[in-house]
């Protein structure tokens, strides 16, 4: 059914950017391509997202609309997302937003993703929740952001090592060590990481891939096979 849904609205989105037999009113238009944006983010698109909401900002902007204030907001979020090193406030059309009471935050947040700092990223956090955290839809994509900023300072932290301990880089990180474990072991699968964990002295030792890779693929094979299994015991009981 969700399948069917977005399906259904895509074809709704790229009929509507399709009409061109009269010039549609820019709010309008601002409408169909936050729509669009939000679409594109749901499938983690999220150069597609940025795109659309961008064009959502211009609209509502010729618009005299204060949908634009939201939809700049969702355009940090997409360019966050996409790792993209270009500020959007450095533009001309959106320069003028940059001190904007309730753009503020998200350019301060924008700052402290692009220099890595976590600490300032997740005080941004804590302190903007009513800007920020209180829009569900920001809300549900804040657990990916600090994903992406931790595995950059984890990627720049282990550079120079061949062997680190995971209790330094859980202090590093401001996280607990299980969702350190997590990080590397998804990076180790991703071929982000050359290397393999041990867990009995707590390490992370660098260079030896194939250990890592033959022991995370057989827990991930493993644990496609048990949802398979319980999809397949659901499915008897009801």
Same mark, same amino acid.
């Given at each position: 059914?969700?399948?069917?849904?977005?399906?259904?609205?895509?074809? =709704?989105?790229?009929?509507?950017?399709?009409?061109?037999?009269?010039?549609?009113?820019?709010?309008?238009?601002?409408?169909?391509?936050?729509?669009?944006?939000?679409?594109?983010?749901?499938?983690?698109?999220?150069?597609?997202?940025?795109?659309?909401?961008?064009?959502?900002?211009?609209?509502?902007?010729?618009? *005299?609309?204060?949908?634009?204030?939201?939809? =700049?907001?969702?355009?940090?979020?997409?360019?966050?997302?996409?790792?993209?090193?270009?500020?959007?406030?450095?533009?001309?059309?959106?320069?003028?937003?940059?001190?904007?009471?309730?753009?503020?935050?998200?350019?301060?947040?924008?700052?402290?993703?692009?220099?890595?700092?976590?600490?300032?990223?997740?005080?941004?956090?804590?302190?903007?929740?009513?800007?920020?955290?209180?829009?569900?839809?920001?809300?549900?994509?804040?657990?990916?952001?600090?994903?992406?900023?931790?595995?950059?300072?984890? =990627?720049?932290?282990?550079?120079?090592?061949?062997?680190?301990?995971?209790?330094?880089?859980?202090?590093?990180?401001?996280?607990?060590?299980?969702?350190?474990?997590?990080?590397?072991?998804?990076?180790? =699968?991703?071929?982000?990481?050359?290397?393999?964990?041990?867990?009995?002295?707590?390490?992370?030792?660098?260079?030896?891939?194939?250990?890592?890779?033959?022991?995370?693929?057989?827990?991930?094979?493993?644990?496609?096979?048990? *949802?398979?299994?319980?999809?397949?015991?659901?499915?008897?009981?009801?």
């Amino acid at each position: 059914m969700v399948i069917f849904l977005s399906f259904a609205c895509q074809q =709704l989105y790229q009929k509507a950017l399709a009409i061109k037999s009269a010039i549609p009113h820019p709010r309008i238009m601002g409408i169909i391509r936050e729509c669009g944006g939000k679409m594109h983010m749901a499938e983690r698109q999220w150069a597609e997202a940025a795109t659309d909401f961008f064009e959502a900002f211009k609209n509502y902007d010729e618009a *005299g609309n204060q949908r634009r204030i939201q939809c =700049l907001k969702y355009l940090v979020l997409a360019n966050m997302l996409m790792e993209s090193e270009v500020n959007p406030f450095d533009g001309q059309e959106a320069k003028p937003y940059k001190n904007d009471p309730e753009i503020l935050a998200m350019t301060n947040l924008i700052a402290a993703y692009q220099r890595n700092e976590i600490l300032e990223f997740e005080k941004i956090l804590k302190s903007n929740r009513r800007t920020i955290m209180e829009d569900p839809f920001i809300r549900n994509y804040i657990e990916d952001l600090l994903k992406n900023v931790r595995t950059q300072v984890l =990627l720049k932290l282990i550079k120079p090592y061949t062997r680190i301990r995971i209790p330094f880089i859980s202090k590093e990180l401001n996280v607990p060590e299980k969702d350190v474990e997590q990080l590397l072991v998804s990076l180790i =699968l991703d071929n982000r990481i050359d290397g393999h964990i041990d867990q009995v002295n707590r390490l992370l030792e660098r260079g030896d891939r194939s250990k890592g890779m033959k022991k995370y693929t057989a827990i991930d094979k493993w644990n496609t096979q048990l *949802g398979s299994l319980y999809q397949t015991v659901s499915n008897r009981v009801y």
